[in-house]
């Protein structure tokens, strides 16, 4: 119901007279615009995410780690509660750099965002939440997250970083319990979440780490301001063109990929792709479209923040939908690739 009144407010702007619906959109599209390091209080005028219906998840049936457990593709990675293990590491996250006044230094990444961009949610297949954090604060997070030991444990890589829950013993238990389990060679335990570290200078912002053979460098005109977006129920800071961040490391065929790699036991598995149109009634995808129709100028920039209508949909069922603030190109997506729709 809040998310359908915010959607009415705004319809309601597009029918005013053209200098004043400028006024009152750039004005409410300020909300969701990332700005300074404590958000609280900003979150509190967007939409409220924890009222609207999500679809039904798909969970592993054994938890990771456990004997009999299977690791397919296009399937779920996360039992029950391991999810919820990993949503609260996340949240401890999200608390501690609000806390910190440095919610305006990191952003969703990966295939994190891929998945807050095409189902608002974790890819229904993943198995981690991927971070990008500015290294400035890192001391200070680091410092921040090693003092919520044990319950919250941390390590610390040379470009990358790990923060993971209390040890479940013995790691291959069948019991489905909250916690983190030692699966690979390395120190860490799994569910994580994977921090990514980023450097900056007048221009760009560079990734720490080398990612599939290369280091990625970002434009800073792509990357600020951060702006919310839905990640489940949270609003989280996402990079200002998240749709030409993602066109970086992403291909616009189509294709819904299984990760070669298993971030569970930390090693190469078997990847599946399938044209993510296959998938349609099977996960929830979101639809692009925009909330103003044919009141835009035109010499606006494809690149300019406006508002965007969101629709999550399973097969033919609306599960829930959202207007958010994203640059104008992004209201012409196409659902099932990322590419912008044909406009034939």
Not at 227 to 234: G, S
């Amino acid at each position: 119901m809040v998310l359908m009144i915010f959607f009415y407010e705004i319809r309601e702007i597009s029918k005013r007279p053209t200098n004043e619906r400028r006024k009152l959109s750039q004005l409410a599209l300020q909300t969701f615009v990332v700005e300074g390091g404590f958000t609280a209080v900003k979150q509190q005028k967007l939409p409220k995410l924890e009222k609207i219906i999500l679809p039904e998840r798909e969970f592993s049936p054994i938890p990771m780690g456990a004997p009999g457990c299977r690791q397919l593709p296009l399937a779920a990675k996360f039992s029950r509660a391991q999810m919820r293990t990993v949503w609260k590491l996340f949240a401890t996250f999200v608390n501690v750099m609000e806390e910190m006044g440095f919610s305006d230094r990191w952003m969703l990444y990966g295939g994190t965002l891929l998945g807050s961009f095409r189902h608002h949610d974790i890819i229904p297949w993943n198995d981690d939440i991927d971070l990008l954090v500015d290294v400035q604060v890192r001391p200070a997070l680091r410092k921040k997250m090693s003092a919520l030991a044990p319950d919250i444990l941390h390590y610390k890589g040379r470009s990358r970083d790990k923060i993971y829950a209390k040890l479940i013993e013995p790691s291959n238990s069948s019991d489905d319990e909250e916690g983190s389990r030692k699966l690979s060679a390395y120190s860490w335990r799994w569910p994580y979440l994977d921090i990514s570290y980023y450097t900056s200078n007048a221009t760009h912002i560079k990734e720490l780490a080398w990612s599939y053979g290369r280091y990625y460098t970002y434009a800073k005109s792509d990357i600020f301001p951060l702006l919310f977006r839905p990640l489940n129920t949270h609003w989280v800071p996402t990079p200002r063109n998240t749709f030409s961040i993602l066109l970086q490391t992403y291909s616009g065929n189509g294709l819904c990929r299984g990760s070669g790699y298993s971030h569970i036991f930390e090693n190469g598995t078997r990847s599946q792709a399938v044209p993510c149109k296959e998938l349609a009634d099977r996960f929830a995808f979101v639809e692009h479209a925009p909330v103003y129709e044919n009141v835009q100028d035109k010499d606006d920039s494809r690149d300019a923040l406006d508002w965007v209508h969101e629709r999550l949909v399973l097969g033919d069922k609306i599960i829930h939908e959202i207007s958010l603030v994203a640059p104008r190109r992004e209201s012409n997506v196409e659902t099932f690739r990322l590419q912008a729709k044909s406009q034939t």
